[in-house]
């Protein structure tokens, strides 16, 4: 995210439009879709899990401080995208990886401090991006994210154990893993949550404006949404073990429900305030309950299971800022959030007939 609030600077140093400057960012995304799935499958039976979680956070820094001696946009594009490879690889092992150093009865929580770290960086990053560039230049913005990369680096090197297990030897197969009827299920509900996301959260200043708020209010509506998610993410760490099943229904019913009231009180009082809250946290949960179910679901094939999520939820993020641009030109800014609740309630039309599979009852909830 980094990139976004640097946008002005980059542009005037590599002497470009801000909309090719841009393309740092999507084409970010766009990498992580080609490359993930390959990658995964050949290092992620072979190399050790830690080795591969280390080697990932240090080519990111090695992206960053050649993002930040590029003197062309050419040459940034091409360190922009070695980066878009680590984060890909680093997506695709994290969550494996701190499941296998919990118990197995702690997955949900493990999932949940490690979103937690996430939903952080998508609420500050644009903002600290702004400030950085205030103070400093973008390249030692750049080079100061690279320092903390290899310091990350050298911390894992340091604290975190080894993850052992049976499967090491051999590769991911994504085909036995979509195979499984849950990871179908997962891998197909969870995209859609976030495409729904991110078809109000791309143009949710044109919303906000259309219901009559201030334009000054989107920035702290923006971080309303990332703090909320924090608390959502609180939240389902404390049920995503015991309750998953039922936690989760609940969750996306209610972002259903923000997303089909916002465009009749967005704009009343308190009451946009509070949709958007229960958006960010709606949203900062389902990340929880869905990264603990696909790991379930994936059983033995649980790391290609979790490269599937990883690709289609990227997806998901890209589909989401298309369908947000066709609702705008069709519906209008306003009512933006109705075309939002459309793929959120296919997705909890999918999680609530997967009982048996993809979504099943928790140890405390009835199996029936």
């Excluded at 899990?49 to 820094?61: D, E, G, H, Q, S």
């Excluded at 092992?93 to 150093?101: D, F, L, S, T, V």
């Excluded at 996430?118 to 205030?134: C, D, E, H, I, K």
């Excluded at 997962?186 to 959260?201: I, M, N, R, S």
């Amino acid at each position: 995210m980094l990139p976004s609030g640097l946008l002005p600077q980059i542009s005037r140093d590599l002497r470009v439009e801000e909309t090719s400057v841009g393309i740092l960012t999507g084409a970010y995304a766009l990498v992580i879709v080609f490359t993930a799935l390959p990658l995964s499958r050949v290092l992620g039976g072979r190399v050790p899990r830690k080795n591969l979680l280390i080697a990932t956070m240090f080519t990111f820094a090695v992206s960053n401080v050649l993002l930040a001696c590029s003197p062309t946009l050419e040459l940034a594009m091409a360190a922009r995208l070695l980066g878009g490879i680590a984060h890909g690889m680093l997506w695709v092992g994290i969550a494996p990886y701190a499941a296998r150093i919990v118990p197995e009865a702690s997955v949900g929580k493990a999932m949940a401090i490690v979103f937690a770290g996430n939903s952080v960086a998508l609420t500050a990053g644009a903002p600290v991006g702004t400030l950085m560039g205030s103070i400093m230049s973008w390249r030692l913005s750049f080079l100061l994210l690279a320092g903390i990369g290899l310091a990350i680096s050298a911390v894992c090197i340091w604290l975190l154990p080894a993850a052992h297990d049976k499967d090491t030897k051999t590769s991911p197969s994504i085909f036995k893993a979509f195979r499984l009827p849950g990871v179908v299920a997962v891998v197909t509900a969870w995209p859609l949550l976030v495409l729904g996301h991110f078809t109000l959260f791309t143009y949710v200043a044109p919303f906000l404006h259309a219901t009559g708020l201030p334009e000054e209010f989107t920035g702290a509506l923006l971080s309303l949404v990332g703090g909320a998610s924090l608390v959502g993410i609180w939240i389902a760490g404390r049920t995503a073990d015991s309750y998953p099943r039922r936690s989760l229904l609940w969750t996306v019913a209610g972002l259903v429900t923000a997303f089909g009231l916002l465009p009749v009180l967005g704009g009343i009082g308190v009451a946009g305030p509070l949709l958007v809250a229960l958006w960010g946290a709606a949203f900062g949960a389902l990340g929880i309950y869905n990264q603990a179910a696909i790991l379930r679901a994936g059983g033995e094939h649980k790391d290609a299971a979790n490269s599937l999520s990883v690709v289609t939820i990227q997806l998901g993020i890209s589909i989401g800022s298309a369908f947000g641009s066709m609702a705008m030109t069709l519906l209008g800014p306003q009512q933006v959030p109705l075309a939002a609740a459309i793929p959120v309630a296919a997705a909890l039309a999918i999680i609530f007939v997967s009982r048996r599979s993809g979504y099943p009852a928790g140890p405390r909830e009835s199996r029936s």
